[in-house]
T-cell receptor
Framework: GENVEQHPSTLSVQEGDSAVIKCTYSDSASNYFPWYKQELGKGPQLIID?????GEKKDQRIAVTLNKTAKHFSLHITETQPEDSAVYFC?????????????FGTGTKLQVIP | GAGVSQTPSNKVTEKGKYVELRCDPI?????LYWYRQSLGQGPEFLIYFQGTGAADDSGLPNDRFFAVRPEGSVSTLKIQRTERGDSAVYLC?????????????FGSGTRLTVV
């Protein structure tokens, strides 16, 4: 099955700086890569996603990049704010038996220091 | 409803007891998923429903775990003879389509503690 690795496990940045989270996946058939933000006591919330036919996608202060050849994808957050503090999960999705099966990374705890 | 609703939000049970966890997905979402999240880990897949049927239950850890979705909406995850190792947050998610690349909408989860 698919295996998703995520680094770093924790990340502290000063407010206003950028944060980068990196993931790798194992199955070249994966074709959809969502990113989720999880705040304490809540379920993961989808913040951005990218499809395998796209190399980069941006939404305001967040951007994702995908390198299919290397099976790497990354989340970039610019101008970080204290409310960005949360746990972030990358995920890889592939078609399995007619549906998209999603495998999550182990998470990155981001702390933005005011 | 406006979002995915899970009840109860917290459940403490004694080892060996039976528990039921409920998920009420977004209205109209035909796909429903259960995940389990242990402390400091990402969500791990348990089971996927398309409509009323369990299309993929390969993530259920053993036969003590079972889930149903009799009318294609609300789902119940059932755990028999609970063990301390079952303690985790159980997350439910729904999506609009069976396949495709639509992201999930997760509920806030049920935190299960087996003592």
């Amino acid at each position: 099955g698919e295996n998703v690795e995520q680094h770093p496990s924790t990340l502290s940045v000063q407010e206003g700086d950028s944060a980068v989270i990196k993931c790798t996946y194992s199955d070249s058939a994966s074709n959809y890569f969502p990113w989720y933000k999880q705040e304490l006591g809540k379920g993961p919330q989808l913040i951005i996603d990218i499809r395998s036919n796209v190399g980069e996608k941006k939404d305001q202060r967040i951007a994702v990049t995908l390198n299919k050849t290397a099976k790497h994808f990354s989340l970039h957050i610019t101008e970080t704010q204290p409310e960005d503090s949360a746990v972030y999960f990358c995920a890889a999705s592939l078609n399995s038996g007619g549906y998209q099966k999603v495998t999550f990374g182990t998470g990155t705890k981001l702390q933005v220091i005011p | 409803g406006a979002g995915v609703s899970q009840t109860p939000s917290n459940k403490v049970t004694e080892k060996g007891k039976y528990v039921e966890l409920r998920c009420d997905p977004i209205s109209g979402h035909t796909a429903l998923y259960w995940y389990r999240q242990s402390l400091g880990q990402g969500p791990e897949f348990l089971i996927y429903f398309q409509g009323t049927g369990a299309a993929d239950d390969s993530g259920l850890p053993n036969d003590r775990f079972f889930a149903v979705r009799p009318e294609g909406s609300v789902s119940t995850l059932k755990i028999q003879r609970t063990e301390r190792g079952d303690s985790a947050v159980y997350l439910c998610a729904s999506s609009l389509r069976q396949g495709g690349d639509y992201g999930y909408t997760f509920g806030s989860g049920t935190r299960l503690t087996v003592v």
